[in-house]
C-alpha cells in the first residue's frame, strides 16, 4: 500500500531545498532515507491497522501529512546567555554572525561538550549518518545542528528540556532534515525524512495507540492528533504568553538540520523566556529580531521557590543549589544563567561543588527541575 497524496509533492520540494548542501550533507540525508525506505513496508502496514483500527479515514490521514509537509517547522531550543570558550554568550554571538552553528564549532554544551573527533557526539553521527561527516572533506560547519519537530505546538516549545528560549524556522528547512523518533544518542529504530516519513509516523500513531499520550500531549487519541495537525498548523501563531507550558521533557521526535541556518532566511519566530525582559540578554534578543527580521515572543516562563524545589527529582544536591543561586526566594531561567555565566569566569568560586563540568551539569539538570516544576513567571514579580 503506497500513500501517494503527498509523495510527488515532496519530491519536488526536497529537491528544491537540497540545492544548496554539501556532498557530506546530502550523503546523510540519502543514508536516512534509504534505512527509512527498508522500513516502509512495515511502517505503512502499522499506519493502515492501527487509522483502522481507530477509524480514521484515510484521506484525512493523508491530508494531516500535506499539513505537516507545508507547515511544520522545526524548534530549535538553546540558553541565550551560555558562554562559549572565548567568554561570549550564545545571544551575543548569533547576533554578531547571523547564523546557528552546532556544537562542533561552538564547543558550548549546557553540560559536557562531546563534539570532537572520536567522541561521543562524532561516534553517534557517524552511526546515524553512515560516515557522511567523517570523510575527509568534511568540515565542522557542515555538521548538522539538533532541534525538534514542532507538531503540537506548546507554548514552551516541543524540547524544552535544551533550552529556554526557541527559534522556529521555516517549513522549507524541514526538507533538509532528517528525523528520529526520540534522542538520536539512543540509536532509536524509527529514522526518517520528509522523503520517507511513513518510519516517523508509524511510530507516533502506535505509541498514541498503546498509551493515549506522546510528544508530551496527553490524552490523545490517533482521531484527535489527525484533527489538530488538520487545522492548527495551519493557523497564525498563537500568542504562547497566553498558553500553560507543557513541560515536556523526554518525548520528541528530534530533528538533524543539514545545511546552514541563516537568521536572516531560515528563522521566522523566537519565543524567549520572560525573565531576560531588561536585561542585557533580552536586550541582544531583541536586537536580533530586529536585525534578521524575526517575530519576538515570551512565554510565560518558570519560575519556583527555593524551599519547593525537590531532592528526589534530579538529585539531592538540587535543593542546595537552587538556594545558593536565588533571588528575593526564587529561581528562574536567567538566574540559573547568570549562574553558569559566574561559573566561567570564576570556576573556583565554585569548587565547593566539584569541578566546572560537575557544577554545569549540576545548573542542567536543574534547568529540567525548573521546567518540570515551574509555574509562570508573573507569579513571582515583585
Not at 547564523?99 to 561552538?106: C, I, L, N, P, R
Not at 529514522?191 to 490524552?219: C, P, Q, V
Not at 534530579?314 to 529561581?331: D, E, F, N, V
Request: proline residues 5%; glycine residues 6%.
Amino acid at each position: 500500500m503506497e500513500w501517494k497524496g503527498y509523495a510527488n509533492a515532496n519530491k519536488i520540494r526536497e529537491s528544491q531545498f537540497t540545492e544548496e548542501l554539501s556532498e557530506s550533507q546530502l550523503s546523510a540525508l540519502e543514508y536516512v532515507t534509504d534505512y527509512a525506505r527498508t522500513r516502509k513496508s512495515e511502517a505503512v502496514q502499522t499506519i493502515h491497522e492501527i487509522l483502522q483500527m481507530s477509524n480514521v479515514d484515510r484521506e484525512e490521514f493523508e491530508d494531516a501529512m500535506v499539513k505537516i509537509m507545508s507547515h511544520a517547522k522545526i524548534a530549535l531550543h538553546f540558553h541565550p546567555d551560555r558562554l562559549d570558550p572565548v567568554k561570549k554568550s550564545v545571544a551575543e554571538a548569533l547576533l554578531e554572525q547571523g547564523v546557528y552553528k552546532s556544537q562542533f564549532e561552538t564547543l558550548l554544551s549546557s553540560g559536557s561538550v562531546s563534539a570532537y573527533p572520536g567522541g561521543p557526539r562524532d561516534l553517534w553521527e557517524e552511526r546515524l549518518f553512515g560516515g557522511a561527516y567523517q570523510q575527509e572533506s568534511a568540515s565542522n560547519s557542515e555538521r548538522p545542528k539538533y532541534g525538534a519537530l514542532d507538531l503540537m505546538l506548546h507554548s514552551d516549545g516541543p524540547a524544552p528540556r535544551f533550552g529556554s528560549c526557541y527559534f522556529l524556522l521555516s517549513p522549507e528547512v524541514s526538507y533538509r532534515s532528517t528525523y528520529t523518533y526520540m534522542d538520536s544518542h539512543q540509536n532509536p529504530v524509527p529514522k526518517g525524512t520528509y522523503a520517507e516519513f511513513d518510519d516517523m509516523m508509524a511510530a507516533l500513531l502506535e505509541e498514541i495507540f498503546l498509551r493515549d499520550s506522546a510528544l508530551g500531549e496527553k490524552d490523545l487519541q490517533s482521531q484527535k492528533l489527525v484533527d489538530h495537525l488538520r487545522v492548527n498548523l495551519t493557523m497564525p501563531f498563537s500568542d504562547p504568553s497566553k498558553c500553560e507550558a507543557k513541560r515536556n521533557l523526554n518525548h520528541y521526535i528530534e530533528a538533524q538540520v543539514h545545511g546552514n541556518i541563516r537568521l536572516k532566511e531560515d528563522v521566522e519566530i523566537l519565543v524567549a523566556d520572560p525573565s531576560f525582559k531588561g536585561t542585557p540578554t533580552g536586550q541582544v534578543l531583541e536586537q536580533i529580531c530586529l536585525q534578521y527580521a524575526i517575530q519576538l515572543y515570551w512565554h510565560m516562563g518558570f519560575a519556583m521557590w527555593v524551599d519547593e524545589v525537590p531532592s528526589d527529582f534530579r538529585g539531592p544536591t538540587m535543593p542546595s543549589l537552587a538556594k545558593r543561586i536565588a533571588h528575593h526566594g526564587y529561581i528562574d531561567a536567567s538566574m540559573i544563567g547568570s549562574a553558569a555565566m559566574h561559573l566561567k569566569h570564576d570556576p573556583s568560586a565554585w569548587r565547593d561543588r566539584g569541578t566546572e563540568k560537575d557544577v554545569l551539569q549540576e545548573l542542567k539538570l536543574l534547568w529540567h527541575v525548573l521546567v518540570r516544576y515551574g509555574k509562570p513567571l508573573r507569579n513571582f514579580k515583585l
